[in-house]
């Protein structure tokens, strides 16, 4: 804890658990929190989530899970450099993704479509109602009993109306306040890892080819290091070196410019960095390089035909799904058939709770038993 800066999460300046809890024993309470979101369901069906790729396209793309693992170590590595609380901000990382819908963001268009007449959906929202209510898994509360900063680093983005019904956990976005350093952090790695990942997983693809890349000045200028260096290297282990360069260029400019930003400000307490600015960030020129090759990537890949497809059929099984079982709740597993699911809106809840909470494959595997015409699915 000494080595903690005076206004990081710390088990003392934190707000602590909706219930109250005995401190655990040998390890901090975010470690606590950490170790929990590791054990909960929602995080093992995370292997069977999709990044951009459909799970059955291929075993080597990334799932949710293991772009939260790598979110995670990138987050763990900024925090301890910023002497920072390294198992809140990995805690956070762990668990951002919690109630992402099968499908990537495809699925989640299509099930906020759905679900625009009660209220519409957003991942970060489910994200919190799955630590919050949804794990069953303890004998006296529901969901996993978090620390307040852990939810709150989860909840990046939350609309007025949405924030007014959380309460404590709202109260940042009504007065424009900042989440801690800790959650700042998950944020930005969180976009370190999605961005460069899905180079690799794009070349691995063949959607995208290197030569597309070189016209981006992120990727150009290390693309361009590496084959200096090595100019007889495979071009597997060029885009390895390429992207893992591009990692450490960005975490080394978020760790340099957010120093900078937190020394410009003169932080005491954990109250000075809410009601601060957002401090952790890249520098001007980094953020230009990042932009360009976000909108490369959703030009060449994310809206590429292939991937469209695959979003097109996952769209369609995501609102096939939601429209049945909207219109006869008795298909839905007894869990999801509570004396809520009488009333319409009750209903839609539970839907959208039943399918944000499945894996690619086990949505296409549903979508079949319930729609399958065959006499040997029946």
């Known amino acids: ?26 390890r901090s309470e975010f470690q606590r929190d950490r170790d929990r979101i590791i054990h909960s369901g929602a995080f093992r069906r995370l292997e069977y989530k999709t990044q951009v790729f459909v799970n059955h396209e291929g075993d080597l793309f990334r799932t949710r899970l293991t772009h939260s693992i790598e979110v995670a170590q990138i987050a763990r590595s900024i925090a301890r450099r910023l002497h920072l609380n390294e198992d809140l901000t990995e805690a956070i990382s762990l668990a951002h993704d919690l109630g992402h819908t099968p499908f990537g963001h495809a699925g989640q268009d299509a099930l906020n479509s759905c679900m625009q007449p009660y209220g519409g959906f957003e991942h970060n929202l489910q994200s919190v109602r799955v630590v919050d209510v949804l794990e069953e898994r303890y004998a006296t509360f529901d969901g996993l009993n978090l620390c307040f900063e852990t939810r709150e680093g989860i909840l990046k983005h939350c609309s007025l109306n949405n924030a007014r019904q959380m309460g404590e956990l709202g109260e940042r976005f009504i007065k424009n306040l900042r989440p801690s350093l800790e959650g700042q952090i998950a944020n930005l790695a969180d976009e370190i890892a999605y961005n460069n990942h899905d180079v690799d997983d ?131 597993p007894t869990r999801f058939q509570t004396p809520q699911t009488r009333e319409e809106q009750g209903r839609a809840r539970a839907v959208a709770d039943y399918i944000a909470g499945m894996t690619d494959r086990y949505a296409i595997r549903e979508h079949k038993r319930i729609f399958a015409v065959e006499e040997d699915a029946i």
Do not use: W
Request: aromatic share 8%; hydrophobic share 40%; glycine share 2%.
């Open 202 to 332: 794009g070349l691995r693809s063949g959607i995208i080819t290197l030569e597309q890349l070189s016209t981006v000045p992120l990727v150009a200028e290390h693309l361009q290091q590496v084959r200096s260096a090595y100019p007889e290297l495979l071009e597997r282990r060029v885009v390895h070196e390429t992207v893992r360069r591009m990692i450490n260029t960005l975490v080394t400019d978020l760790i340099r410019q957010s120093a900078a930003n937190i020394a410009a400000q003169n932080l005491v307490t954990l109250d000075d960095v809410r009601n601060a600015p957002a401090l952790i960030a890249f520098s001007d020129e980094l953020n230009i390089k990042q932009r360009e090759l976000k909108k490369f990537l959703y030009t060449h890949l994310y809206r590429h035909y292939r991937v469209m497809r695959m979003s097109a059929k996952a769209q369609r099984i995501i609102r096939e799904l939601f429209d049945v079982f909207m219109k006869d709740s008795r298909l839905l």
């Open 1 to 26: 804890m000494s080595d903690f800066a005076s206004y990081a999460v710390t088990d003392t300046n934190s707000r602590g658990r909706r219930f109250p809890e005995t401190a655990p024993q040998g």
